[in-house]
């Protein structure tokens, strides 16, 4: 689409999807850092850059945290959120 943001498109960067991600928190009341970079990366890697695509692993990844009884989620949460989102 001729005047569209590339950063909004598919396809966006690592930094870009981890500063969404932070700011989605911070909206729902959470400033804190929630995802640890290794888990950023895989859901980003997955993803291939598809925002909704991270959108959806990262929720998932927050239920496979909490499902665990972590605070934060590490990659082991994000690899079952991919094995849930994906499959195997």
Do not use: W
Not at 36 to 63: K, M
């Amino acid at each position: 689409m001729p005047g569209a943001s590339a950063s909004c498109g598919p396809g966006t960067g690592f930094q870009r999807h981890s500063r969404d991600v932070a700011h989605h928190l911070k909206i729902a009341g959470r400033p804190d850092q929630l995802f640890t970079e290794d888990a950023l990366t895989l859901i980003h890697t997955t993803s291939r850059g598809y925002p909704r695509a991270v959108n959806n692993l990262s929720l998932q990844s927050l239920v496979a945290a909490f499902a665990t009884g972590k605070n934060l989620v590490d990659e082991a949460a994000a690899r079952a959120a991919v094995s849930d989102v994906v499959g195997d």
